[in-house]
Protein backbone atom coordinates (compact mmCIF):
# COMPACT_ATOMS: atom_id res chain seq x y z
CA UNK A 1 0.00 0.00 0.00
CA UNK A 2 1.05 3.27 -0.81
CA UNK A 3 -0.42 6.58 0.51
CA UNK A 4 -2.01 7.67 4.18
CA UNK A 5 -5.56 7.27 4.51
CA UNK A 6 -6.25 9.92 6.77
CA UNK A 7 -5.79 12.08 3.84
CA UNK A 8 -9.17 11.01 2.57
CA UNK A 9 -11.22 11.96 5.75
CA UNK A 10 -13.98 14.83 5.03
CA UNK A 11 -14.84 17.12 7.33
CA UNK A 12 -18.37 17.41 5.70
CA UNK A 13 -21.45 15.56 6.72
CA UNK A 14 -21.60 13.99 3.46
CA UNK A 15 -19.72 13.17 0.24
CA UNK A 16 -22.27 11.56 -2.18
CA UNK A 17 -20.29 9.64 -4.93
CA UNK A 18 -21.51 8.37 -8.21
CA UNK A 19 -20.97 5.69 -10.28
CA UNK A 20 -19.31 6.64 -13.42
CA UNK A 21 -18.20 3.56 -14.36
CA UNK A 22 -19.20 -0.35 -14.05
CA UNK A 23 -18.01 -3.03 -16.00
CA UNK A 24 -16.36 -6.88 -15.59
CA UNK A 25 -12.70 -4.41 -15.97
CA UNK A 26 -12.83 -1.44 -13.94
CA UNK A 27 -15.52 -0.27 -10.91
CA UNK A 28 -15.30 3.80 -10.86
CA UNK A 29 -16.49 6.07 -8.74
CA UNK A 30 -16.47 9.76 -8.70
CA UNK A 31 -17.01 13.17 -6.78
CA UNK A 32 -16.95 16.19 -7.59
CA UNK A 33 -16.57 19.42 -5.41
CA UNK A 34 -18.57 21.56 -3.51
CA UNK A 35 -20.42 23.34 -6.76
CA UNK A 36 -23.39 25.58 -4.74
CA UNK A 37 -21.10 28.04 -2.40
CA UNK A 38 -18.38 27.95 -5.76
CA UNK A 39 -21.47 28.90 -7.92
CA UNK A 40 -22.36 31.58 -4.65
CA UNK A 41 -18.87 32.84 -4.54
CA UNK A 42 -18.84 33.62 -8.53
CA UNK A 43 -21.98 35.13 -8.17
CA UNK A 44 -21.28 37.67 -5.14
CA UNK A 45 -17.63 38.53 -7.30
CA UNK A 46 -19.40 39.30 -10.14
CA UNK A 47 -21.65 42.04 -8.38
CA UNK A 48 -18.58 43.07 -6.64
CA UNK A 49 -17.46 44.08 -10.45
CA UNK A 50 -19.83 46.83 -10.77
CA UNK A 51 -17.97 48.26 -7.74
CA UNK A 52 -14.23 47.21 -8.10
CA UNK A 53 -14.46 48.21 -11.67
CA UNK A 54 -15.02 52.17 -11.17
CA UNK A 55 -12.54 52.03 -7.89
CA UNK A 56 -9.37 50.50 -10.28
CA UNK A 57 -10.37 53.00 -12.88
CA UNK A 58 -10.14 55.89 -10.25
CA UNK A 59 -7.23 54.18 -8.75
CA UNK A 60 -5.58 54.24 -11.87
CA UNK A 61 -6.21 57.83 -12.25
CA UNK A 62 -5.42 59.31 -9.72
CA UNK A 63 -3.66 56.82 -7.26
CA UNK A 64 -4.40 55.97 -3.55
CA UNK A 65 -4.40 59.89 -2.71
CA UNK A 66 -8.33 60.19 -4.69
CA UNK A 67 -11.24 59.69 -3.17
CA UNK A 68 -11.30 55.99 -3.86
CA UNK A 69 -8.18 55.41 -2.25
CA UNK A 70 -9.83 54.14 1.27
CA UNK A 71 -11.98 51.67 -1.01
CA UNK A 72 -8.88 49.75 -2.81
CA UNK A 73 -10.21 46.45 -0.60
CA UNK A 74 -12.98 46.24 -3.13
CA UNK A 75 -10.58 44.62 -6.15
CA UNK A 76 -9.15 42.24 -3.06
CA UNK A 77 -12.38 40.48 -2.47
CA UNK A 78 -13.16 40.01 -6.07
CA UNK A 79 -10.07 38.32 -6.23
CA UNK A 80 -10.39 36.15 -2.84
CA UNK A 81 -14.03 35.30 -4.68
CA UNK A 82 -13.05 33.83 -7.55
CA UNK A 83 -9.88 32.22 -5.93
CA UNK A 84 -12.32 30.20 -3.53
CA UNK A 85 -14.57 29.57 -6.53
CA UNK A 86 -11.40 27.77 -8.33
CA UNK A 87 -10.22 26.23 -5.89
CA UNK A 88 -14.09 24.48 -5.02
CA UNK A 89 -14.32 23.76 -8.42
CA UNK A 90 -11.33 22.01 -8.51
CA UNK A 91 -12.21 20.07 -5.67
CA UNK A 92 -12.50 16.55 -7.22
CA UNK A 93 -12.24 12.32 -5.53
CA UNK A 94 -12.62 9.30 -7.33
CA UNK A 95 -12.45 5.70 -6.07
CA UNK A 96 -11.25 3.38 -8.59
CA UNK A 97 -11.21 -0.56 -8.65
CA UNK A 98 -9.48 -2.38 -10.93
CA UNK A 99 -10.54 -6.10 -12.04
CA UNK A 100 -7.76 -7.06 -13.99
CA UNK A 101 -4.56 -5.49 -11.76
CA UNK A 102 -6.19 -6.03 -8.61
CA UNK A 103 -5.78 -3.07 -7.39
CA UNK A 104 -7.63 -0.40 -5.66
CA UNK A 105 -6.85 3.36 -6.22
CA UNK A 106 -8.04 6.48 -4.14
CA UNK A 107 -7.34 9.64 -5.65
CA UNK A 108 -8.18 13.44 -4.34
CA UNK A 109 -7.71 16.51 -6.22
CA UNK A 110 -7.22 20.00 -5.91
CA UNK A 111 -6.06 23.31 -7.75
CA UNK A 112 -3.11 22.80 -5.98
CA UNK A 113 -2.28 19.28 -5.14
CA UNK A 114 -2.59 15.46 -5.72
CA UNK A 115 -2.93 12.61 -3.43
CA UNK A 116 -3.24 8.76 -4.06
CA UNK A 117 -3.70 5.72 -2.16
CA UNK A 118 -3.22 2.44 -3.48
CA UNK A 119 -3.49 -0.98 -2.37
CA UNK A 120 -3.85 -4.64 -3.96
CA UNK A 121 -7.09 -6.53 -2.97
CA UNK A 122 -4.66 -8.84 -1.54
CA UNK A 123 -3.97 -6.10 1.54
CA UNK A 124 -7.86 -5.26 1.93
CA UNK A 125 -8.92 -6.57 5.22
CA UNK A 126 -13.06 -5.65 4.93
CA UNK A 127 -15.52 -3.27 3.86
CA UNK A 128 -17.47 -1.46 6.58
CA UNK A 129 -20.69 0.20 6.86
CA UNK A 130 -20.54 2.04 10.05
CA UNK A 131 -21.43 5.45 11.79
CA UNK A 132 -19.34 8.44 12.23
CA UNK A 133 -19.87 10.92 14.32
CA UNK A 134 -20.07 14.41 12.35
CA UNK A 135 -20.13 17.66 13.69
CA UNK A 136 -22.81 19.99 13.20
CA UNK A 137 -20.80 23.38 12.91
CA UNK A 138 -18.61 25.81 14.91
CA UNK A 139 -18.99 27.11 18.28
CA UNK A 140 -19.37 31.14 18.29
CA UNK A 141 -19.21 33.86 20.95
CA UNK A 142 -18.75 31.64 23.66
CA UNK A 143 -21.62 29.43 23.00
CA UNK A 144 -21.44 25.88 23.58
CA UNK A 145 -19.59 23.88 21.46
CA UNK A 146 -21.02 22.14 18.52
CA UNK A 147 -22.35 18.97 19.07
CA UNK A 148 -22.63 15.82 16.51
CA UNK A 149 -24.52 13.62 15.16
CA UNK A 150 -24.56 10.19 13.18
CA UNK A 151 -24.27 9.98 9.73
CA UNK A 152 -23.74 6.41 7.74
CA UNK A 153 -20.26 5.94 6.45
CA UNK A 154 -18.35 3.26 4.15
CA UNK A 155 -14.63 2.59 4.98
CA UNK A 156 -12.58 -0.13 3.40
CA UNK A 157 -10.28 -1.91 5.78
CA UNK A 158 -6.48 -2.03 4.54
CA UNK A 159 -3.62 -4.23 6.39
CA UNK A 160 -1.49 -2.48 8.70
CA UNK A 161 -2.81 0.67 8.38
CA UNK A 162 -6.47 2.73 9.68
CA UNK A 163 -9.34 2.73 7.51
CA UNK A 164 -9.90 5.10 4.77
CA UNK A 165 -13.14 6.72 4.49
CA UNK A 166 -14.76 5.90 1.17
CA UNK A 167 -18.42 8.11 1.27
CA UNK A 168 -20.77 9.12 3.38
CA UNK A 169 -24.12 9.57 2.83
CA UNK A 170 -27.68 7.52 3.06
CA UNK A 171 -27.66 4.67 4.34
CA UNK A 172 -29.57 2.83 1.43
CA UNK A 173 -27.05 4.61 -1.19
CA UNK A 174 -23.41 3.38 0.78
CA UNK A 175 -25.07 -0.45 1.17
CA UNK A 176 -25.53 -0.76 -2.60
CA UNK A 177 -22.48 0.42 -3.60
CA UNK A 178 -20.85 -1.31 -0.94
CA UNK A 179 -22.38 -4.40 -2.17
CA UNK A 180 -20.88 -3.68 -5.52
CA UNK A 181 -17.41 -2.85 -4.10
CA UNK A 182 -17.06 -6.01 -1.47
CA UNK A 183 -18.33 -8.66 -4.59
CA UNK A 184 -15.84 -6.85 -6.78
CA UNK A 185 -13.06 -7.44 -4.52
CA UNK A 186 -14.14 -10.61 -2.70
CA UNK A 187 -14.32 -8.94 0.60
CA UNK A 188 -17.06 -9.03 3.03
CA UNK A 189 -19.39 -6.17 4.00
CA UNK A 190 -19.47 -5.75 7.39
CA UNK A 191 -22.04 -3.62 8.75
CA UNK A 192 -22.87 -1.90 12.29
CA UNK A 193 -25.52 -3.65 14.70
CA UNK A 194 -27.10 0.22 14.77
CA UNK A 195 -27.76 -0.32 11.00
CA UNK A 196 -28.52 -3.56 10.38
CA UNK A 197 -31.74 -2.92 11.77
CA UNK A 198 -32.20 -0.07 9.45
CA UNK A 199 -32.51 2.85 11.47
CA UNK A 200 -34.97 5.24 10.23
CA UNK A 201 -33.37 8.50 11.32
CA UNK A 202 -30.62 7.02 8.77
CA UNK A 203 -31.98 6.33 5.87
CA UNK A 204 -32.43 9.62 3.96
Same mark, same amino acid.
Given at each position: ????PAQFEA???????????????????????????????????????????????????????????????????????????????????????? /??????? *?? !?? @? =?? &?????????????????????????????????????????????? /??????? *?? !?? @? =?? &????????????????????????????????
Amino acid at each position: MTGDPAQFEAIGNRLGFTIVEDSPERLRLSWQGARFPAFLCVGMAVLLLFISVPILQALHVRGFVGPAGSLWYFPLMNLVLFGIAIFLVTQRRTIEFD /SEKKSLE *LC !RR @S =LY &RKIRLTAGFDEIDKITLGIDQVSSGFSMGGSTAAESFPVPALRIHI /SGTDAAL *LD !RG @S =LR &RLDEAGKKIAARIGKPLEIAPELAGGDPALKP
